[in-house]
């Protein structure tokens, strides 16, 4: 049995597509490896390509408010994108691009064995769910549904929603993505925090 680690090693030594001679740095993921939730994104961008690290700009700001507001903290959850190389200019992925790199993120998820998978915009949730064989159409079609799918032996619950950057450029999603993260937070039956929490 691999471990994150050796995925890891492996993703910083890739040259499997060209993204590796424009990249600044790969950005594996990070996070907790017994994770029950991992969220996957659909590249870095331009901050994780020079921090390699996944979701630390201005929509990794909004993703770890709104994992507060469900009682997570980073250190808890798993964070990865499809892509681990940033694509110049923050441009689309290739299908060829995703196909060689996602290989990474199968294999992470096989690692970690989480109970819930959180896809963050429309290229995450097109990956994820051709991984366990759901349909795709589009994302404002299925994002905030809850599929459950047989894998590692369990039953696993997979949700889309908007990635966080479609949330900062259209504020007017706001409300509606707290309401997609109290759904994600009643499948990892976690209580809002009370102030005892904090005493």
């Given at each position: 049995m691999e471990s994150l680690q050796e995925i890891v090693n492996e993703i910083l030594n890739c040259k499997k597509c060209d993204l590796y001679k424009t990249k600044t740095n790969y950005v594996p993921g990070a996070g907790n490896e017994k994770a029950e939730v991992v969220f996957v994104g659909e590249a870095p961008g331009r901050d994780e390509d020079l921090r390699g690290e996944p979701f630390v700009g201005a929509a990794g700001k909004?993703?770890?408010?709104?994992?507060?507001?469900?009682?997570?903290?980073?250190?808890?959850?798993?964070?990865?994108?499809?892509?681990?190389?940033?694509?110049?200019?923050?441009?689309?992925?290739?299908?060829?691009?995703?196909?060689?790199?996602?290989?990474?993120?199968?294999?992470?998820?096989?690692?970690?064995?989480?109970?819930?998978?959180?896809?963050?915009?429309?290229?995450?949730?097109?990956?994820?769910?051709?991984?366990?064989?759901?349909?795709?159409?589009?994302?404002?079609?299925?994002?905030?549904?809850?599929y459950e799918v047989e894998r590692w032996g369990k039953k696993v619950r997979v949700i889309a929603i908007y990635h966080p950057a479609a949330v900062l450029y259209r504020p007017q999603l706001k409300e509606e993505y707290k309401r997609d993260f109290q759904k994600i937070g009643e499948l990892c039956k976690r209580k809002q925090p009370t102030l005892f929490d904090y005493l």
């Open positions: 909004l993703l770890t408010e709104m994992l507060a507001s469900i009682g997570l903290r980073r250190e808890d959850v798993y964070i990865t994108n499809v892509l681990k190389c940033r694509p110049p200019n923050n441009r689309d992925p290739t299908p060829e691009e995703v196909e060689k790199c996602g290989d990474y993120l199968v294999r992470q998820l096989d690692v970690i064995k989480p109970n819930v998978i959180v896809c963050l915009g429309r290229f995450a949730a097109q990956f994820i769910f051709n991984l366990f064989g759901l349909e795709f159409t589009t994302i404002s079609r299925v994002k905030g549904k809850v």
